[in-house]
Structures are given as C-alpha cells and as structure tokens.
C-alpha cells in the first residue's frame, strides 16, 4: 500500500483531540485503504497492535510532537502511561 502527499487530500476524514488520563485506553480501527495519524503534545502514550491469535505485533512509544503514522490496516491500542493531550486524524478508505 502506497500513500503519497496528494493522496492525504482524497478520502473522508475525523480530525479530533485525543485526551486520556493515566491507564485510558483508546481503541481504533483502521480499515483496508485508511489510515490515522497521532500526535502527543503532552504525556506518554504506547500504541500496539495484537493480530489474530498471535502475540502483539506493534508496540511503540511516541515522541511528544513526531506523529505517528498508522497505515496497516487493523485495530489499535492506545495506552497512556500519564495523562495525555493530542491530536488524532482517521481518513477513511471510501471516496467522499
């Protein structure tokens, strides 16, 4: 899967704020040709991804301000360690 500049301009899109307190969790679900990005202003946040019957698959830790590009398709968990305050964008695969 290929995603370019242009391509960020095509589909739908959810921008909103992620706010969670410490041990929160966040759930969202990516699918076939959608993607989210999160950005962490404040706090510390792991996101993972569990595949089917397996163990964890993805399991980062962003840096306050670098985004985090989630483009594989799937469900994701967003943890907080501390009390965090971000943005989170989801575009969706299907054309507007």
């Not at 909103?16 to 076939?32: H, K, P, S, W």
Request: proline share 4%.
């Amino acid at each position: 899967m290929q995603f370019s500049m242009l391509n960020l301009l095509t589909g739908r899109h959810q921008v909103g704020a992620l706010v969670l307190m410490r041990g929160e969790t966040f759930i969202e679900t990516i699918d076939e040709g959608g993607m989210a990005v999160f950005l962490v202003l404040r706090g510390t946040a792991t996101v993972s991804r569990q595949r089917v019957g397996a163990r964890v698959g993805l399991h980062l830790t962003p840096r306050l301000g670098e985004p985090v590009w989630l483009t594989s398709p799937g469900t994701y968990c967003v943890v907080a360690k501390d009390q965090v305050v971000g943005l989170r964008m989801l575009r969706t695969g299907g054309t507007p």
